[in-house]
């Protein structure tokens, strides 16, 4: 047993180091603009949900503020938060393993989720916001309730019904399965019932930083507009897509089949079955939470407009950790687990590889490539003593968090260029993440425009524009700057 479990960290551990190095793990823009929330929570800043959004709750750059005040612009202070809390997560799953799977099918389940599947990997180590308390609530709630399937306790009922408001307030991914959970706990024990006024009063106050910013801004949270697709295409999507991908089974952004699809399809169709048979063989067991959870959430996913992204499972996420329970219900010894997380380990460093040498990934960030470093950039901007800049999404936000706000970058989608006097500016666009940068760059009396080289940003250039403003042009690799000398 200790064999693997060491030998299971060791290789999670060395995955993840490997991917931080890659180019898969360079920092990105959602990150950055976490990094950059996590700032200002420390100057009294604090938001309710993720900047530009009326969703994703924030008590991840709470966490993370400490850690970036104290080593600001850090990567690596970013990171800690997520990669914490998929420790706690993996000693949750095996908690939760105990009082379902059993040993030393729990103890494997840890393991695995530690270390597979790519995807997990990936995303475990990535600041992008709530996913990784999304988790930790997920197998919170799941353990509550099958203690309190178990034995009717206040304080587990409480506890329940407060990390459910929690949980709700950071991702409303997790009613699917509270709500899964209850039904089960009612049904297993309906005595449960008259613990539900104590936990309904707690997932209130839970729940409370969400209620109070959709109170006093008119009930945002359901301002926005639907997203793609139709209820049969958005499940369609999810189970040959994005579930494949949550068990290692397709390669995630590429979306490949691995072993190609006669190899991977037949078996994703295998595994299907065999959730099956064990739904069928556990239906009087507490195993029973587990296929409840897995089998409805799909069903009920599909339902928001907005799972229609399927290159990449992060809808699916949240239950990564029952499904990883799911398949430890055949591992009842411990060389069945010592097979099994060898297995799955070289499945996850196959997909790792997969996707870091994938295009696809290159250029997820709405086809645009994400460059590995901005140093070369950072420095040349320097030396045209230029501190405020337009730049896209996926730098502006990185240019702003690397530099700790030295050098301000304001977002410029779809870039509809003024002349306003000596400058050049952006007009003001809604589909801004941060507005207040946009002003701060637009009354700089030299902002200057950052562009990728060869991308869309570039051809939407209004080169007469600029050369009739005294704009001057330079150029570090990768990029293109259009800048007012001094």
Not at 36 to 46: C, D, E, K, N, S
Request: overall charge positive.
């Amino acid at each position: 047993m200790r064999v693997i479990v060491v030998a299971g960290i060791a290789v999670g551990a060395l995955e993840r180091i490997v991917l931080w190095r890659s180019h898969a793990g360079a920092l990105d823009g959602d990150e950055a603009v976490w990094g950059l929330m996590a700032r200002h929570v420390l100057h009294g800043h604090p938001t309710t949900f993720m900047w530009g959004q009326a969703y994703g709750g924030t008590l991840e750059t709470i966490m993370s503020a400490p850690l970036v005040g104290v080593f600001p612009g850090s990567t690596v202070a970013l990171r800690t938060v997520p990669i914490a809390l998929t420790v706690v997560a993996a000693v949750l799953v095996w908690r939760v393993g105990l009082r379902t799977v059993g040993e030393p099918a729990a103890t494997a389940a840890a393991v695995l989720f530690w270390l597979w599947p790519s995807y997990s990997i990936w995303k475990s180590m990535r600041a992008h916001g709530f996913y990784g308390t999304g988790i930790v609530a997920c197998l919170l709630v799941l353990l509550l309730v099958l203690r309190l399937e178990q034995r009717a306790s206040r304080r587990d009922a409480a506890l329940l019904g407060f990390v459910v408001g929690v949980g709700l307030w950071q991702s409303a991914q997790l009613l699917p399965i509270a709500l899964v959970a209850a039904v089960w706990l009612i049904v297993r024990r309906p005595a449960s019932l008259r613990l539900a006024p104590l936990a309904l009063t707690c997932a209130l106050v839970g729940f409370l930083p969400w209620t109070i910013s959709n109170v006093r801004n008119d009930w945002w949270t359901f301002a926005f507009p639907p997203g793609e697709g139709t209820y049969a295409s958005r499940l369609r999507g999810i189970l040959n897509g994005a579930l494949p991908m949550s068990f290692g089974l397709r390669v995630p952004f590429d979306a490949s089949w691995v072993g190609g699809i006669a190899i991977g399809g037949t078996a994703m169709i295998a595994l299907y079955v065999a959730l099956v048979v064990i739904a069928v063989r556990t239906r009087h067991t507490t195993i029973t939470l587990l296929v409840a959870v897995a089998a409805v959430f799909p069903l009920i996913a599909a339902s928001s407009t907005f799972t229609w992204i399927v290159d990449e499972p992060r809808y699916l996420y949240i239950v990564s950790p029952v499904f990883v329970l799911l398949v430890s219900v055949v591992l009842t010894s411990w060389s069945r687990a010592a097979i099994a997380v060898a297995l799955l380990s070289a499945l996850t460093v196959f997909g790792l590889v997969r996707m870091n040498d994938s295009p696809y990934f290159a250029q997820r960030a709405d086809g645009m490539y994400v460059p590995e470093h901005l140093g070369p950039l950072i420095a040349e901007l320097d030396r045209l003593h230029v501190d405020r800049i337009y730049a896209e999404y996926w730098d502006a936000y990185r240019i702003d968090f690397v530099t700790d706000e030295r050098i301000v970058a304001g977002e410029s989608p779809q870039e509809v260029y003024a002349r306003r006097g000596d400058k050049v500016v952006v007009l003001d666009n809604d589909h801004v993440r941060y507005r207040p940068y946009v002003a701060v760059v637009s009354r700089s009396p030299r902002p200057a425009h950052v562009v990728q080289a060869g991308s869309a940003d570039e051809a939407n250039l209004d080169l007469s524009l600029l050369r009739a403003a005294g704009y001057r042009r330079a150029t570090v690799p990768g990029y293109v700057i259009w800048y007012l000398p001094r």
